[in-house]
T-cell receptor, first 114, second 111 residues
Framework: NAGVTQTPKFQVLKTGQSMTLQCAQD?????MSWYRQDPGMGLRLIHY???????DQGEVPNGYNVSRSTTEDFPLRLLSAAPSQTSVYFC?????????????FGEGSRLTVL | RKEVEQDPGPFNVPEGATVAFNCTYS??????FFWYRQDCRKEPKLLMS???SGNEDGRFTAQLNRASQYISLLIRDSKLSDSATYLC????????????FGAGTRLAVHP
């Protein structure tokens, strides 16, 4: 199993450009989420999904869109990139109702917005 | 006030030392607690869950104090490989949909 796969691993954008961070998992997990990690801030939840066709906002959703058309994929779209969106982005998944609450993370996507 | 607060460290300790980290949380309704480990420039991984009665996994012991709203992680006989950032994680609601991460405590174990 590949687990959670994120692409691209690195990306540089100019202010105002749009892009999509891809996330795919092969563990048949119902729950998927996107976090961003900034120095001194910890991971902050952007959006999450509890199943195909269902998404909800986390702590910092502004400037980002998500959709969940399949169980496997949960792309994160930056509509008009801003320097404040420079960060490391992590996609994570888990089984619904999992008693441990364990999240499985992808390796991260490092985004720089100039 | 942050919902989950940790001392950022770094904690610099020699091999074999015992080291403890605390983490405080602000929401008394928090239901579940975890410690994750994150190596430099890597993704976080679950280290252990924290149960009300406390729990131990080898050299690692986690404790929960609901009255004072903090959790702790104790590492005994530190190894070089324990060097990492330890993230305190709190679940605010049932279903684990919104896990809140602390900023992490960095541990550096030296020979």
């Amino acid at each position: 199993n590949a687990g959670v796969t994120q692409t691209p691993k690195f990306q540089v954008l100019k202010t105002g450009q749009s892009m999509t961070l891809q996330c795919a998992q092969d563990m048949n997990h119902e729950y998927m989420s996107w976090y961003r990690q900034d120095p001194g801030m910890g991971l902050r939840l952007i959006h999450y999904s509890v199943g195909a066709g269902i998404t909800d906002q986390g702590e910092v959703p502004n400037g980002y869109n998500v959709s969940r058309s399949t169980t496997e994929d949960f792309p994160l779209r930056l509509l008009s990139a801003a320097p404040s969106q420079t960060s490391v982005y992590f996609c994570a998944s888990r089984r619904a109702g999992a008693g441990t609450g364990e999240l499985f993370f992808g390796e991260g996507s490092r985004l720089t917005v100039l | 006030r942050k919902e989950v607060e940790q001392d950022p460290g770094p904690f610099n300790v020699p091999e074999g030392a015992t080291v403890a980290f605390n983490c405080t949380y602000s929401n008394s309704a928090s239901q579940s607690f975890f410690w994750y480990r994150q190596d430099c420039r890597k993704e976080p991984k679950l280290l252990m869950s924290v149960y009300s009665s406390g729990n131990e996994d080898g050299r690692f012991t986690a404790q929960l104090n609901r009255a004072s709203q903090y959790i702790s992680l104790l590492i005994r006989d530190s190894k070089l490989s324990d060097s990492a950032t330890y993230l305190c994680v709190v679940n605010l609601s049932g279903g684990y949909n919104k896990l809140i991460f602390g900023a992490g405590t960095r541990l550096a174990v030296h020979p």
